[in-house]
């Protein structure tokens, strides 16, 4: 059985399409994000879904009771690997909240999948202040951070869950 020329350039064609539509695997490079030539720019530089962090960022509560503000990010930007922030809760005027419970979760949306490590969140200081150790973004990518603020009250906890998306770049 022969194929004509026309065959073969459709299922070149189908072929083709098929491998466009396999998903990428997760990988990274030992490289940084510069954009040049042999450097190209990080595989979510330009994510529009990417928070720019700004020292002291406030990220609003979904319910708006607590907001988390973002002291510092250390390294900024993330990398690969461990980071460590220091945040502090607040109520809804602003105001340090020294008496909630606080949880952090960091998740890559598109990958379906979180860290294996748990983030070491430290006890809550004099000023509000929390330090949040060995938060593992272990590949390069859009991360979302999910602090989880808990606080105890006569009718109950009151809960909300700020989030912040952020790049970490290969």
Known sequence: MTMSMFGLEKLGLVAGGLFSL???????????????????????????????YTSNMVVKGTTGTFSVR?????????????????VTVVDA??????????TLKPFMPDHGHG????PL????????SIEIDHV????????????????????????DSSVVTFCVPD
């Open 136 to 159: 593992n973004t272990f590949m390069p990518g859009i991360w979302q951070l999910t602090f989880t603020v808990t606080k105890p009250s006569a009718t109950g906890a009151q809960s």
């Open 70 to 86: 973002l002291d510092a990010v250390d390294p900024w930007p993330l990398v690969k690997g461990e980071n460590t922030l220091t």
């Open 22 to 52: 396999l998903p990428c695997a997760c990988s990274s490079s030992s490289s940084g994000g510069g954009g040049t030539a042999s450097n190209p720019p990080s595989l979510c530089s330009t994510d529009m879904r990417a928070t720019v």
């Open 121 to 128: 969140v430290g006890p809550t200081k004099a000023d509000g």
């Open 115 to 118: 860290s294996s490590i748990i």
């Open 93 to 102: 005027a602003g105001n340090p909240v020294t008496d909630a419970t606080l």
